[in-house]
């Protein structure tokens, strides 16, 4: 994760799955039932509420912002703007591209959508099903498609 431009390392698969999460949802909350379901993968322990509780304190602490992650009935919320996470920005990026009649602006913004792209998408939250399963998405043919148009000029 970066933060303010510095990398930042998430120790424990857990923790980067719980920000993964979220992330995917920025602006919406997240149920803790679906959090712990999700990052436990429906086997969670009897401590799951207060670990994942943990989770998010330490989350607050590395993002140098408690706001970031608010806790809203019935779980927890991201709470930064839209283009602060790379999902996001990418999805802008790509979507602009897709739409953009002038091929140096089409050019533009899938070469900074691809710089954002740092290997397989959700590779450090691999553990959890879940994830796995919207790594997919990512790399399957929505993006390919994007890549291969920028790439031979075709029309979005």
């Known amino acids: 994760m970066v933060v303010r431009g510095v990398p930042v390392p998430i120790p424990g698969a857990r923790r980067r799955s719980v920000l993964a999460v979220l992330a995917l949802h920025p602006g919406t909350v997240v149920s803790s039932d679906r959090l712990i379901d999700l990052i436990w993968e429906e086997r969670p322990p009897t401590t799951a509420m207060n670990t994942l509780q943990r989770h998010i304190s330490y989350l607050r602490g590395i993002l140098g912002d408690r706001d970031a992650i608010v806790a809203r009935a019935p779980g927890h919320l991201l709470d930064v703007p839209a283009a602060a ?12 591209a897709a739409t953009a009649t002038d091929h140096a602006r089409r050019a533009a913004d899938l070469a900074d959508a691809l710089e954002m792209w740092r290997g397989p998408a959700l590779s450090y939250v691999a553990e959890v099903a879940w994830l796995r399963d919207q790594r997919s998405g990512w790399t399957g043919r929505g993006w390919t498609r994007s890549r291969n148009s920028w790439t031979l000029g075709w029309p979005g």
């Open 85 to 96: 996470t790379d999902v996001a920005r990418v999805v802008e990026l790509v979507s602009r």
